[in-house]
């Protein structure tokens, strides 16, 4: 079993960045595949980016693409999302999920986190 747990959410005027963090204990003598989620009030969680296990391929969703980067620290068993350049459109909860094998956009990961809050003023 893995748990995930994220932090870095807040309040942060249009233009401005965050960094957010997910943190990996539990089953981690391996590292798994790893990828954000959002989800904004009424709507349904989408894809925002992914990363492989050794942090070599990253995937991410057009809208974020040039302002969003997913990196990982596998000693530290921490996955990050910088934001930056922020849209309120950004505002959503922001999920992270690891997965044994599967690294895409779609929600097959097996074990996700509760999620961070982000909301952009304009």
């Known amino acids: 079993q893995v748990q995930l747990v994220e932090s870095g959410g807040g309040l942060v005027q249009a233009g401005g960045s965050l960094r957010l963090s997910c943190a990996a204990s539990g089953r981690t003598s391996s590292t798994y595949p790893m990828a954000w989620f959002r989800q904004a009030p009424g709507k349904e969680r989408e894809f925002v980016a992914a990363?492989?296990?050794?942090?070599?391929?990253?995937n991410y969703e057009d809208s974020v693409k040039g302002r969003f980067t997913i990196s990982r620290d596998n000693a530290k068993n921490t996955v990050y999302l910088q934001m930056s350049s922020l849209k309120p459109e950004d505002t959503a909860v922001y999920f992270c999920a690891a997965d044994l094998l599967y690294w895409g956009p779609d929600q097959k990961y097996n074990y996700w986190g509760q999620g961070t809050q982000v909301t952009v003023s304009s």
């Open positions: 990363i492989t296990r050794s942090g070599g391929r990253t």
